[in-house]
């Protein structure tokens, strides 16, 4: 099986800074797509940020500018750079991965989530 650990969440005050990490284990062949999303009190859960395995990323208009993703392909981690943190920021994250487990299967993962909160 494979598993997704998230780390890096917390307080941090607005105008600040945070870095999420998320290292996948497991039986994994490659990783696909990752990618970071997020789901604030009485939100649907919406897509933060993404990257290909071969580093194209794509972000929600929201944090364009102020939140940048990245990967490590052979640690299998993805990382969230969030700078420019504001209030609306405040959510629990979550990672994501396509994960190749063999030649002819794939399948996603959640990771368990982590809390970010943005305060004065």
């Known amino acids: 099986q494979v598993q997704l650990v998230e780390s890096g969440g917390g307080l941090v005050q607005a105008g600040g800074s945070l870095r999420l990490s998320c290292a996948a284990s497991?039986?994994?062949?490659?990783?696909?797509?990752m990618g970071w999303y997020r789901q604030a009190p009485g939100k649907l859960r919406a897509l933060v940020a993404a990257i290909t395995s071969g580093g194209s990323t794509n972000y929600a208009d929201s944090v364009k500018g102020r939140f940048t993703i990245s990967r490590d392909n052979a640690k299998n981690t993805v990382y969230l750079q969030m700078n420019s943190l504001q209030f609306e920021d405040t959510a629990v994250y979550y990672c994501?991965?396509?994960?190749?487990?063999?030649?002819?299967?794939?399948?996603?993962?959640w990771g368990q989530g982590t809390q970010v909160t943005v305060s004065s």
């Open positions: 994501n991965a396509d994960v190749r487990l063999s030649t002819w299967r794939n399948q996603h993962y």
């Open positions: 497991g039986s994994i062949l490659s990783i696909n797509d």
